[in-house]
């Protein structure tokens, strides 16, 4: 009865004795390891597994010869034996018990326990990347690639109090493509869904610092997070955000008497008024009236928001 369960045990399982010699080898491990019970009953378990070289193991044999049961842990010991599913195959990843066995008289065994846990090692990771794949699409916009509102909303969030515990200057510039119902009347959406992609890519080019956040805002606004960077350094961000944008040569023939006969933005910018009442609503708002200044005064320009 016993031989017959340790054959049909889905689990390998070796017994050693003190010298560390094999005495229980099961079919488990043999259809894994390709070594059968005959070639490896009585033999010391390195001679069998010379590169097992893990002395986390060796640590808990010697502990359970003491009397003592351990469990490897599967993160820092993902494949300690060399076991394969099929042949040519990666290592089997493992589970690994080490447990005291005491036999009549004292002598002192222990049993290794191996689980394959292959199967629920790469469910982990095929969740932890479906998790990351969800999170930027959660967190992205699904057209340009570039951040999106809600990720917007959570940096500008973050920023703002950072900025007001350390005192350090924050900037955060509105921009708009300018005339572009009429853009996407006159050239049809798919249009203008491109160059909506090819303004944010032109943006983005732009941005190099880490801590700097550009995002689509919605439709065709955007917005840009600046921190730790004085008044005279954005403002000239912005002005060669503006000139990028307009060196692409969008043709744009319906811009008005006025206006440019190509795509170009109009920016709003505004400083967070730590002095006074620093919140993101306020920035926002800020931002957002220089960039209807910016409209107003003919487009294709940036406009500083008064301080105070």
């Not at 010699?21 to 491990?29: D, E, G, K, P, Y």
């Not at 005491?102 to 969740?127: F, K, M, W, Y």
């Not at 249009?191 to 941005?207: F, I």
Request: glycine share 8%; charged share 20%.
């Amino acid at each position: 009865m016993l031989e017959a369960v340790l054959a049909a045990a889905d689990i390998g399982m070796l017994v050693l004795d003190s010298a560390r010699r094999i005495v229980l080898w099961n079919r488990w491990m043999a259809r894994y390891s390709g070594r059968t019970a005959t070639e490896v009953l009585g033999r010391e378990l390195h001679a069998v597994f010379p590169e097992l070289d893990n002395r986390r193991i060796d640590a808990a044999i010697a502990q359970a010869l003491r009397g003592f049961p351990s469990v490897l842990s599967q993160t820092l010991h993902k494949a300690p034996f060399p076991l394969v599913a099929q042949a040519g195959g990666p290592r089997m990843q493992q589970a690994v018990a080490v447990t005291p066995v005491a036999l009549p008289g004292g002598e002192r065994h222990c049993l290794i326990q191996i689980t394959d846990v292959s199967a629920a090692v790469n469910r982990e990771r095929l969740l932890r990347v479906q998790a990351l794949e969800l999170r930027s699409q959660t967190f992205s916009d699904g057209l340009t690639g570039i951040a999106n509102r809600r990720h917007f909303d959570v940096a500008v969030e973050k920023e703002v109090r950072r900025a007001k515990r350390a005192g350090t200057p924050l900037t955060l510039l509105m921009i708009d493509i300018d005339h572009f119902k009429a853009y996407n009347d006159h050239y049809g959406h798919q249009q203008g869904d491109e160059t909506l992609v090819r303004v944010a890519a032109a943006l983005a080019s732009l941005l190099q610092r880490p801590t700097d956040l550009l995002a689509r805002y919605g439709g065709e606004e955007f917005s840009v997070i600046l921190p730790e960077m004085d008044e005279p350094q954005a403002l000239a961000m912005a002005e060669a955000l503006r000139r990028r944008v307009r060196a692409l040569d969008i043709p744009h023939g319906h811009t008005g008497p006025a206006g440019e006969p190509f795509v170009t933005i109009s920016i709003g910018m505004a400083m967070l008024d730590t002095a006074g009442v620093a919140s993101v609503a306020a920035l926002i708002g800020a931002a957002d009236r220089a960039l209807y200044d910016a409209k107003r005064c003919g487009r294709n320009r940036v406009m500083s928001a008064p301080h105070g």
